[in-house]
T-cell receptor, first 112, second 119 residues
C-alpha cells in the first residue's frame, strides 16, 4: 500500500506557467511534511517544511499547503523557469517516528 | 561549506566485494539517517542514529549491511558481499532532534549521496 502518492509522475510546461504538484498521504498523524528538489544524479535539497499545526509555508516563488484532514499537500511554483526543471519529492515524518516516508516524485520539465 | 557531506560520491565494485561509505553530518545535528534510492523511486529509510546510538533499522537493512556512528559525529555504512541488487544511491541526512534548542522542526538535510554500482 502506497503511503505517499505524487501525481502526476511527470509534467512538462512552457516557461512562465505556474506549476501545481500534488502529494497525497494516508497517515493523518504526521509531525511535519517536507518538499524536496532533486536534480539528476544529485542529493535532495529541502525546499519547504510545513509543521502539522500549519496550513502553508512560502518561500519566494514557492508555496506549499497542507490539509491533514484530507491527507493532501500541494506545492505551487509561480512563473516557472527552465531552472525549475527537476524532480520534486514530498515526504512526511510521522508524529511518533523518526524516518521520512517519501513519494515517488514528480519529474518537471520547464521548456524555454 | 557546513552542509552534509558524503564520501565517496561514486563507487563501482564487483559482486561479492565489501564497500564502506562515510557521512559527515551538519556539526550541531545529533540525528543522522541513511536512506537508499533506486532509479525513478523516492528514497527509502534504512537506519537512524541519535548521537552514537542506532535507534531504528529498516527491514531493508539485511545482515550484510552495518552502520556505525562511533563518536556521535560521522557515520559509516558498510555493505558486505555486495550483490547487483545493492546498486543504488545511498543518501545520508541529519537533523536536530525534536524540541532541542527550543523550536526544532526536525528538518532533515541531505548530503549529495554515494552512487553505488555493483557489476
Amino acid at each position: 500500500k502506497q503511503e505517499v502518492t505524487q501525481i502526476p509522475a511527470a509534467l512538462s510546461v512552457p516557461e512562465g506557467e505556474n506549476l501545481v504538484l500534488n502529494c497525497s498521504f494516508t497517515d493523518s498523524a504526521i509531525y511535519n511534511l517536507q518538499w524536496f528538489r532533486q536534480d539528476p544524479g544529485k542529493g535532495l535539497t529541502s525546499l519547504l517544511l510545513i509543521q502539522s499545526s500549519q496550513r502553508e509555508q512560502t518561500s519566494g516563488r514557492l508555496n506549499a499547503s497542507l490539509d491533514k484532514s484530507s491527507g493532501r499537500s500541494t506545492l505551487y511554483i509561480a512563473a516557472s523557469q527552465p531552472g525549475d526543471s527537476a524532480t520534486y519529492l514530498c515526504a512526511f515524518l510521522k508524529a511518533a517516528g523518526n524516518k521520512l516516508t517519501f513519494g515517488g516524485g514528480t519529474r518537471v520539465l520547464v521548456k524555454p | 561549506d557546513t552542509g552534509v557531506s558524503q564520501d565517496p560520491r561514486h563507487k563501482i565494485t564487483k559482486r561479492g566485494q565489501n564497500v564502506t561509505f562515510r557521512c559527515d553530518p551538519i556539526s550541531e545535528h545529533n540525528r543522522l539517517y541513511w536512506y537508499r534510492q533506486t532509479l525513478g523511486q523516492g528514497p527509502e529509510f534504512l537506519t537512524y542514529f541519535q548521537n552514537e546510538a542506532q535507534l531504528e533499522k529498516s527491514r531493508l537493512l539485511s545482515d550484510r549491511f552495518s552502520a556505525e556512528r562511533p563518536k556521535g559525529s560521522f557515520s559509516t555504512l558498510e555493505i558486505q558481499r555486495t550483490e547487483q541488487g545493492d546498486s543504488a544511491m545511498y543518501l545520508c541526512a541529519s537533523s536536530q532532534g525534536r524540541g532541542s534548542g527550543g523550536a526544532s522542526r526536525n528538518e532533515q538535510f541531505f548530503g549529495p549521496g554515494t552512487r553505488l554500482t555493483v557489476l
